[in-house]
């Protein structure tokens, strides 16, 4: 099991940017590959991005595909979501999770939840 807690969620304009940030502890963060998913209000949870345990392998929701970007740094047990050009639908709780195997856009294949964190874009 892997601990992980998001940060850097907030209030932006349209247009604008925001880096997200999800610390990993407990088993080794590069055993993971790691997913970026989002939930707002009243709308089921979504995949957002996921990147692969050494970060070569990377996908993208259509959605966001060319406006964000997954990162990782394994020797500080941090994942990364880079989000620029933010649109108002974009507003959601923003979750990371860790999976045991490879990359997956299912939320349902995913083992470990950090708590979230709220994106908010004004128009």
């Known amino acids: 099991q892997v601990q992980l807690v998001e940060s850097g969620g907030g209030l932006v304009q349209a247009g604008g940017s925001l880096r997200l940030s999800c610390a990993a502890s407990?088993?080794?963060?590069?055993?993971?590959?790691m997913g970026w998913f989002r939930q707002a209000p009243g709308k089921e949870r979504e995949f957002v991005a996921t990147?692969?345990?050494?970060?070569?392998?990377?996908y993208y929701a259509d959605s966001v595909k060319g406006r964000f970007t997954i990162s990782r740094d394994n020797a500080e047990n941090t994942v990364y979501l880079q989000m620029n050009v933010l649109k108002p639908e974009d507003t959601a709780v923003y979750y990371c999770?860790?999976?045991?195997?490879?990359?997956?856009?299912?939320?349902?294949?995913?083992?470990?939840w950090g708590q979230g964190t709220q994106v908010t874009v004004s128009a």
């Open positions: 999770a860790a999976r045991s195997r490879g990359v997956s856009t299912s939320p349902n294949d995913y083992d470990d």
């Open positions: 407990g088993r080794t963060f590069s055993s993971y590959a």
């Open positions: 990147i692969s345990k050494y970060g070569r392998t990377t």
